[in-house]
């Protein structure tokens, strides 16, 4: 089964960077794109961005001209390259590995003060 790992989260101030990253183990042919999503407390999770398998991204309007998402095949790990964080961003942010089903990590806490 696929698992995913994420690490690289922590508390910036506002105009700092983070990069995320999430290590995948697992069979690797069922996974069709990985994505990154983010939830505040009492909202929804929702998508930030996604990379397919055969490498078209998509970044949320909210966020683009900021993030980045990226992959390293070789390490079988996708990032979250998060430049000028805002408070706003604030979040835990969780990898996904979407296929025939999709698997989630554990999520890493991003916090960004004023």
């Known amino acids: 089964q696929v698992q995913l790992v994420e690490s690289g989260g922590g508390l910036v101030q506002a105009g700092g960077s983070l990069r995320l990253s999430c290590a995948t183990s697992g069979s690797i042919f069922n996974i069709n794109a990985r994505s990154w999503y983010r939830q505040a407390p009492g909202k929804q999770r929702e998508l930030v961005a996604t990379?397919?398998?055969?490498?078209?991204?998509y970044v949320v309007d909210s966020v683009k001209s900021r993030f980045t998402i990226s992959r390293d095949n070789a390490k079988n790990t996708v990032y979250l390259q998060m430049n000028s964080l805002k408070p706003e961003n604030t979040a835990v942010y969780y990898c996904?590995?979407?296929?025939?089903?999709?698997?989630w990590g554990q999520g890493t806490q991003v916090t960004v003060s004023s």
């Open positions: 990379i397919t398998s055969v490498g078209i991204t």
């Open positions: 996904a590995a979407i296929g025939p089903k999709t698997y």
